[in-house]
C-alpha cells in the first residue's frame, strides 16, 4: 500500500544555517506523522539535513539522486534511488512526492517549484521572501502555500492530502 | 544507513504464470533476507508479483514507474518513483540495484540486463534458457549469472553483496 | 563541426499574441545569422511560432519533444528529437544550447531559467517585467540579461558566443 | 518538414576495425539518400566513424550525447544534443530515429535493439551473427531485419519508410 511521501527541496553545497535548521525540523516532524521524507538525495544541505531529521524519529527516507552512484548518498538515506541523469532527476523528486515542501532557494529548488506547478502538485514554500512570494503568485494562484513555521508547514499538507 | 536493493526485472503483460509464481517466491525471499525489493512498479506481470511475495514477508518494496501517475503502481509497492521518462527508466532500475535478478524475459528484460552490464552490476538470470546464456556469455564473462532456483538466486546475491 | 544553436522557450498553449509574434521574430533573426533554432518542438505557441520564423529565413530547426511520438512536433520543425521523458527534457533543451533566450513566461520556462543558470548557460530574457528581473538577479549575477527588442537579443547572443 | 533520421548504433571505444568501416559507409550512404544520421554523439568508434562518412557526402548529422558537455560530441557532429542523462539516452536515440541500423554489437548496442522493439521501430542488424539472430528472432518476429552489406541495409530502410 503506497505510503504518502513528503518532498522537501532546498539548496545543497550553498545552503544557509537557517536553512539546515528548518530542514532537519521538517525532516523530524514529517517522520513523526508516518510520512515517508523525499529529497534530491545528496550529502550536503537541507536534502542532508532532512534526512537526518527523519532519522531521528526513527523516519523512512528516500533520496532520488542526480548521479549514478548510490555511495554520494547522504548517510541518512535509506533508500537511494540512483538516477544518472544529473538535474532533469528535478522532476522525478516532483513527481514523486504527495506534497513538496522548499527550505530556501536556489536555482535548483525554483526548476523544482516551477516543475511543480507544472506538474500539477502542491508547493508549500517555507520562509519565502515577499518578492518570491509576490513573483510566483503572479504566475498561479493554486497549488501554492507560503508558510513561517515547521508547524505551519506539516499543519497544511494535512489539509492537502485528505 | 543504505539499504540493500535487489531488483526483480520480467515482462509486465506478457509474463507467463511460472515467471510469476518465480517472481513471487523471489519477492517473499528477499523480504525474509531483510533486503528491499526495487521493480519497475506496475500493477501488471512480474514487477506485481515481486512485490506482493515481499509483502507477503513484511518486505519494503520500491516502484520506479515509467508513467508520471503513482496510481499506476502495484498496490505492493510501499514507495512509487514516478520518473515520467517510459522506458528510459529501465537504466533507473539498474542503478538503483544491488544486484539485479531476471525472471523470464521479454525486450524490456534484455533492455535492463544490458544496461546492467553497459554500469558494470551483477545480474543473476533465474530459469533462463541455454541460447540466451550463449548469447551473454558471448558479451561478458564477468557479472552475469544463471541460476536455477530462487534459493540459489538468493545465494548468489549473497556472495555478490559481501 | 557542431553549429551554434540558440535555444528559444516559452510558453506553449498559453503563449500570448504578442510573445508568439516576438518568437516568429526571434526564429528569424536567429535562421538570419546562420545559427540553428532549438526549441520544445511542440505545435503550439512560442515552439511553433519561432520555428516558423526561422524556416521563413531558411533555417535549420531542432525540436526536443516531451512525449515520445515525432508526429506531435511543429511542421516547422525539422529534426525532431522525441525524449518520451516529459518534461525532465527542459534540461536536455538547456544542455543543448549555447545560448537560451525566453519570450513571455510561464512555469516550464522558469524551470528552463533555473536549470540554465543552475548548468552555467546564459539565458537571455526579452521583454520581461521588472518584478521577474529583481527575483532572478537576486538569485544570481551573472548568466542572466535582460533585453527589450530582438535586434538587442541577437546583438547579445554575439557577444556571449565570441 | 521533418526530415527522415536514421539511426547508426554500435560500440564506442570497442568497435572492430569492420565495424568502423563498416559504419563509416553507412553514415555515406544515408547521406547520399538525403536522410539526417542520427547516432550517439561520442568521438568513438562506430558514432564517429558514422559521422565522418556522413559529412563525406555532405549530410547532416545529429548526436545524442550521454553527457552534459557538447564539446565531447565527433568533430563530425552538426547537432549535438547533449541530455547528461547517460546510458537513459539510447531510449532518446530509438524513438528518435525512423528506422535504426546497428553495426556490430556490445551491451550498449543490445539494449538499443531492445528498447527499439519495446517502442516497436524497426531495426536493422549489419552483419550480425547466426547466434544473436536466433536470440532476437525468438522474441520477435516483427520489425527485426538481418541484412549482410551496407547496400541491403539501405534498400530495406527503403521499404520500411515509405
Redesign the interface.
Known amino acids: ?3 504518502i ?1 513528503i518532498g522537501v527541496m532546498g539548496a545543497g553545497e550553498n545552503a544557509t544555517v537557517i536553512d539546515c535548521t528548518s530542514a532537519y525540523e521538517l525532516g523530524k516532524a514529517i517522520a513523526q506523522q508516518g510520512w ?1 521524507l523525499l529529497t534530491g538525495g545528496r550529502n550536503v544541505g537541507v536534502m542532508d539535513a532532512a534526512s537526518r531529521g527523519a532519522k531521528s524519529a526513527n523516519g ?1 527516507t ?1 533520496g ?1 539522486l542526480p548521479g ?1 552512484d ?1 555511495h554520494d ?1 547522504s ?18 523528486n516532483v ?2 512526492s504527495d506534497v513538496i515542501i522548499t527550505c530556501g ?4 529548488t ?2 523544482e ?3 511543480a ?3 500539477n502538485k502542491p508547493v508549500i514554500l517555507l520562509n519565502s521572501e515577499i ?2 512570494q ?2 510566483w503568485q ?3 494562484v493554486n497549488n501554492i502555500y507560503f508558510v513561517s513555521s515547521v508547524a505551519a508547514a506539516i499543519a497544511t499538507v494535512k489539509t492537502l492530502i485528505l
Chains 1, 2, 3, 4 share one sequence.
Do not use: C, H, W, Y
Open positions: 500500500m503506497r505510503k511521501a515517508v523512512l528516500v532520488i549514478s548510490r548518498a548517510e541518512a538515506v535509506d533508500i537511494a534511488i540512483a538516477t544518472g541523469m544529473g538535474n532533469a532527476r528535478n522532476n522525478i513527481l514523486s532557494t536556489g536555482a535548483g525554483i526548476s517549484i516551477a516543475l506547478l507544472k506538474a518578492e518570491s509576490n513573483f503572479k504566475l498561479s
